[in-house]
Antibody
Framework: EVQLVQSGAEVKKPGESLKISCMGAGYTFASNWIGWVRQMPGKGLEWMGIIFPFDSDVRYSPPFQGQVTISADYSMSTVYLQWSSLKASDSAMYYC????????WGQGTLVTV | QSALTQPASVSGSPGQSITISCTGASSDVGSYNLVSWYQQHPGKAPKLMIYDVSERPSGVSNRFSGSKSGKTASLTISGLQAEDEADYYCCSYTGRDWVFGGGTELTVL
């Protein structure tokens, strides 16, 4: 069974940097795409991008290109979502998602800026 | 890529059936049988209801079914119950990554 465990809620100030994480278990982490989804308060779900941990091939959705960095450490079975300078508009719930087969989601990380 | 198109809202009475449509393009919904549907209650995480167009995860009621024709996927809920009132999102593979629909608010009258 695929399990995704995300890091805890964060409260940051505008301009600060942030890196949240998602650890995968129960499948071959390195050879499966995994992605990040944003949900702003009261809004819908948005795919931010996906990464193939083995070679760190990253595909960003156009609105998020240049706004965030997605990375992975397959030795730690962990993917990351990073901001270099947070804005108030980055306040949202962020989910990591294993999209293949029967998709699995992490529990979500609430980011408040 | 553009978001998939869903109706903003649908409604039905208990016991009735409703269908939520999800229209994409020939490059996403029209090309891949990789459409999933999620149910989200207020303040909760999305719950997978259907994947690969019509497959139901273990534990999901058989009142929920999915189908696809051309560039449009559909989620049908039969025997509507009060607990079905929620937001529903479709999601499709695009050949490069994934894209969601804008979401549909289901009201059980």
């Amino acid at each position: 069974e695929v399990q995704l465990v995300q890091s805890g809620a964060e409260v940051k100030k505008p301009g600060e940097s942030l890196k949240i994480s998602c650890m995968g278990a129960g499948y071959t982490f390195a050879s499966n795409w995994i992605g990040w989804v944003r949900q702003m308060p009261g809004k819908g779900l948005e795919w931010m991008g996906i990464i193939f941990p083995f070679d760190s091939d990253v595909r960003y959705s156009p609105p998020f290109q240049g706004q965030v960095t997605i990375s992975a450490d397959y030795s730690m079975s962990t993917v990351y979502l990073q901001w270099s300078s947070l804005k108030a508009s980055d306040s949202a719930m962020y989910y990591c998602v294993f999209p293949s087969g029967s998709p699995s989601w992490g529990q979500g990380t609430l980011v408040t800026v | 890529q553009s978001a998939l198109t869903q109706p903003a809202s649908v409604s039905g009475s208990p016991g009735q059936s409703i269908t939520i449509s999800c229209t994409g393009a020939s490059s996403d919904v029209g090309s891949y049988n990789l459409v999933s549907w999620y149910q989200q209650h207020p303040g909760k995480a999305p719950k997978l209801m259907i994947y690969d167009v019509s497959e139901r995860p273990s534990g999901v009621s058989n009142r929920f079914s999915g189908s696809k024709s051309g560039k449009t996927a559909s989620l049908t809920i039969s025997g509507l119950q009060a607990e079905d009132e929620a937001d529903y999102y479709c999601c499709s593979y695009t050949g490069r990554d994934w894209v969601f629909g804008g979401g549909t608010e289901l009201t059980v009258l």
